[in-house]
T-cell receptor
Framework: DSGVTQTPKHLITATGQRVTLRCSPRSGDLSVYWYQQSLDQGLQFLIHYYNGEERAKGNILERFSAQQFPDLHSELNLSSLELGDSALYFC??????????FGSGTRLTVV | GNSVTQMEGPVTLSEEAFLTINCTYT??????LFWYVQYPGEGLQLLLK?????DKGSNKGFEATYRKETTSFHLEKGSVQVSDSAVYFCALSAWGNSGYSTLTFGKGTMLLVSP
């Protein structure tokens, strides 16, 4: 157990739908990062939150949004889903630049 | 911007063979460097890291040395096992324009070890 918890582990939904992925960081870590892993794009950085505030955006689509709550858990919202959004979504948490801990991921399948 | 380039796979080896997976990077400033491993069906696990030039990270028989002069962080293991079969990702962490650090990954190298 890495200490970073992601739910659900698997999600199957239809095109056009909206889903929410949840991440609870390691105790004490203020930063949460979201990544998308697909076969063709590899690991792509989506967004970074620090203590409730957005700090950096990567290759995140406008249909996607995220937030970090006062208890530091984070949610990634994916809307108007397309087949190409099928991927593994990872979150990671960190306290410093020297260590990032990843959750086990949510596998999203859009049918 | 920051980027990581690692050798394409798959790398296919017999058990007890020597492993090298090449990784080079481009970054501004002084990044920290990491190797992550992903076993089939699992998430990413930190394998080793190095935070400054000439540092050597090591774990489970794997080693990598932070070479600033060649901007490289090659992963090596003297004798691989079947259980080492996985995808290996080289990554760097550096301060971005936002003032906060982000982690940039290479595309990953699949290692297949046969008995």
């Amino acid at each position: 157990d890495s200490g970073v918890t992601q739910t659900p582990k698997h999600l199957i939904t239809a095109t056009g739908q909206r889903v929410t992925l949840r991440c609870s960081p390691r105790s004490g870590d203020l930063s949460v990062y979201w990544y998308q892993q697909s076969l063709d794009q590899g690991l792509q950085f989506l967004i970074h939150y620090y203590n409730g505030e957005e700090r950096a955006k990567g290759n995140i689509l406008e249909r996607f949004s995220a937030q970090q709550f006062p208890d530091l858990h984070s949610e990634l919202n994916l809307s108007s889903l397309e087949l190409g959004d099928s991927a593994l979504y990872f979150c990671a948490s960190s306290a410093t630049i020297y260590g990032y801990t990843f959750g086990s991921g949510t596998r999203l399948t859009v049918v | 911007g920051n980027s990581v380039t690692q050798m394409e796979g798959p790398v296919t080896l017999s058990e007890e063979a020597f492993l090298t997976i090449n990784c080079t990077y481009t970054a501004t400033g002084y990044p920290s460097l990491f190797w992550y491993v992903q076993y089939p069906g699992e998430g990413l696990q930190l394998l080793l890291k190095a935070t400054k030039a000439d540092d050597k990270g090591s774990n489970k028989g794997f080693e990598a040395t932070y070479r600033k002069e060649t901007t490289s962080f090659h992963l090596e293991k003297g004798s691989v096992q079947v259980s080492d079969s996985a995808v290996y990702f080289c990554a760097l962490s550096a301060w971005g324009n936002s003032g906060y650090s982000t982690l940039t990954f290479g595309k990953g190298t699949m290692l297949l070890v046969s008995p």
